[in-house]
Nanobody, 123 residues
Framework: QVQLVESGGGLVQAGGSLRLSCAASGSIFKINAMGWYRQAPGKQRELVAAARSGDSTNYADSVKGRFTISRDNAKNTVYLQMDSLKPEDTAVYYC?????????????????WGQGTQVTVSS
């Protein structure tokens, strides 16, 4: 059983900062990638940032230069530092992990999602 637990959302004024955290736990053999998605009301879920094995990262154009994703592999944790926040960043942010878990001698690779954390940026 694998779980992703997010923390760090909240209400902030435009121009402010927030830091999101997401910790993966359970029978994890290997994490291939971790990332953050967001979904605003009435919109589709979109990729915000992803961090893959080998320190490769990518960002949505709308957050480049303002958001920074990082991983602590020892803690199976991914962070999203969000600076210079704008009202249009308001959304529910979801953690995602592409990982390989195990059960006995069997291994499974799948996508896992956190429960989501609300980020609200006021103007």
């Amino acid at each position: 059983q694998v779980q992703l637990v997010e923390s760090g959302g909240g209400l902030v004024q435009a121009g402010g900062s927030l830091r999101l955290s997401c910790a993966a736990s359970g029978s994890i053999f290997k994490i291939n990638a971790m990332g953050w998605y967001r979904q605003a009301p009435g919109k589709q879920r979109e990729l915000v940032a992803a961090a893959r094995s080998g320190d490769s990262t990518n960002y949505a154009d709308s957050v480049k230069g303002r958001f920074t994703i990082s991983r602590d592999n020892a803690k199976n944790t991914v962070y999203l530092q969000m600076d210079s926040l704008k009202p249009e960043d308001t959304a529910v942010y979801y953690c995602n992990a592409d990982l390989t878990s195990y059960s006995g001698s069997y291994y499974y690779t799948d996508d896992y999602w956190g429960q989501g954390t609300q980020v609200t940026v006021s103007s």
